[in-house]
T-cell receptor, first 117, second 115 residues
Framework: EAGVTQSPTHLIKTRGQQATLRCSPISGHTSVYWYQQALGLGLQFLLW???????NRGNFPPRFSGRQFPNYSSELNVNALELEDSALYLC????????????????FGPGTRLTVL | AQSVTQLDSHVSVSEGTPVLLRCNYS??????LFWYVQHPNKGLQLLLKYTSAATLVKGINGFEAEFKKSETSFHLTKPSAHMSDAAEYFCVVSDPDTGRRALTFGSGTRLQVQP
C-alpha cells in the first residue's frame, strides 16, 4: 500500500514569493493535515481538510491557505513568503469523520523542505 | 487545553542496553497518546498509540509504552537498543474533540545509540 506522498521534496523561494506544496493521501483516507516543523519551534498543526472542506486551522496567519481536491489530494499555499517560513512541511492523512476508532491515527509523508532566501 | 512534556531533549545509550524516553501529559479528558519516530531527513512514523483499551501498549520494532494515569505519564521503552533506533522521538496527544483533530507534539527527544 502506497504511503502519503508529497511534492516537491525541496523548494527554494525568495521573500515575497508564493509557494505551493502538494500532498496525496493514503488510499481510503479522506482527511489531510498539514504541519510545520521549523527549527526551534517544533511541530505545529497548520490545517485539516476533510471531504474538500477546511475543518480546523492552527495559529497561523491567513497567508497560509490550502485546499483539498475531489480525489482527496491537497495543496498548501504560502503567500508573501517570509524568512521564518523556512521549515519542513509535513502532510498527514487519516480516515475521515466517519472513520471509526482509527480516525485519530495520522500517517505522515516525507515532507517538503521549504527554504526562503 | 492539552499538552505533552518530554523530559529529556537528548538520551544516549549503548547498543544492547535498555531505552527509556520519558513523557508526561496534561489533558482535561481521557487522552489518546502516541509515540512517533523521525529518522534524519524523513517523515514521521507511528510507533504506537494508546486509546484506553490497555495500559501497556506494544508498538513496532520492539518498543512499548505504559500509560500511568496516576503519574500522567506515557514513557517509551525498549529492552535492547539497536544502532538503527537512533532518531528523534515525539510524544503526541490527540485532541479528543473529533471536530478539531489537531495533534499536539512534544518537543522531541533525540536518541543516540553508541556502538
Amino acid at each position: 500500500e502506497a504511503g502519503v506522498t508529497q511534492s516537491p521534496t525541496h523548494l527554494i523561494k525568495t521573500r515575497g514569493q508564493q509557494a505551493t506544496l502538494r500532498c496525496s493521501p493514503i488510499s481510503g483516507h479522506t482527511s489531510v493535515y498539514w504541519y510545520q516543523q521549523a527549527l526551534g519551534l517544533g511541530l505545529q498543526f497548520l490545517l485539516w481538510y476533510d471531504e474538500g472542506e477546511e475543518r480546523n486551522r492552527g495559529n497561523f496567519p491567513p497567508r497560509f491557505s490550502g485546499r483539498q481536491f475531489p480525489n482527496y489530494s491537497s495543496e498548501l499555499n504560502v503567500n508573501a513568503l517570509e524568512l521564518e517560513d523556512s521549515a519542513l512541511y509535513l502532510c498527514a492523512s487519516s480516515f475521515g469523520l466517519a472513520g471509526g476508532p482509527r480516525y485519530n491515527e495520522q500517517f505522515f509523508g516525507p515532507g517538503t523542505r521549504l527554504t526562503v532566501l | 487545553a492539552q499538552s505533552v512534556t518530554q523530559l529529556d531533549s537528548h538520551v544516549s545509550v549503548s547498543e544492547g542496553t535498555p531505552v527509556l524516553l520519558r513523557c508526561n501529559y496534561s489533558s482535561s479528558y481521557s487522552p489518546s497518546l502516541f509515540w512517533y519516530v523521525q529518522h534524519p531527513n524523513k517523515g514521521l512514523q507511528l510507533l504506537l498509540k494508546y486509546t484506553s483499551a490497555a495500559t501497556l501498549v506494544k508498538g513496532i520494532n520492539g518498543f512499548e509504552a505504559e500509560f500511568k494515569k496516576s503519574e500522567t505519564s506515557f514513557h517509551l521503552t525498549k529492552p535492547s537498543a539497536h544502532m538503527s533506533d537512533a532518531a528523534e522521538y515525539f510524544c503526541v496527544v490527540s485532541d479528543p474533540d473529533t471536530g478539531r483533530r489537531a495533534l499536539t507534539f512534544g518537543s522531541g527527544t533525540r536518541l543516540q545509540v553508541q556502538p
